[in-house]
Nanobody
């Protein structure tokens, strides 16, 4: 089983920055892809950014050039640096981690979510 703990959300003014972190813990697994999703009120959850075990990244069009995803494999942690935040970035942000357990099983784990509010 994999546990994910997110941190870094909060209230920020438009144009400001926040950095989200998500640390994975547990045993007997390796991490494959790590992703950030978000869900705004009355909207479906949507993919924000992802990063593979090899470091390849992908971004939703609405965050390209503003957000940067990175990971520290030694710490099993993924980060999301969010710059130039806009009102429409307000949402609960969720960490998602895809794992392979040493017994060959696959895992798909979600963090508890962290609120990001962009407001003046």
């Amino acid at each position: 089983q994999v546990q994910l703990v997110e941190s870094g959300g909060g209230l920020v003014q438009p144009g400001g920055s926040l950095r989200l972190s998500c640390a994975a813990s547990g045993s007997s697994f390796s991490i494959n892809a790590m992703r950030w999703y978000r869900q705004a009120p009355l909207k479906q959850r949507e993919l924000v950014a992802g990063i593979t075990s090899g470091g390849t990244t992908n971004y939703a069009d609405f965050v390209k050039g503003r957000f940067t995803i990175s990971r520290n494999n030694a710490k099993n942690t993924v980060y999301l640096q969010m710059n130039s935040l806009k009102f429409e970035d307000t949402a609960v942000y969720y960490c998602n981690v895809l794992t392979t357990f040493f017994n060959g099983d696959y895992g798909n784990s979600w963090g508890q979510g962290t609120q990001v509010t962009v407001s003046s």
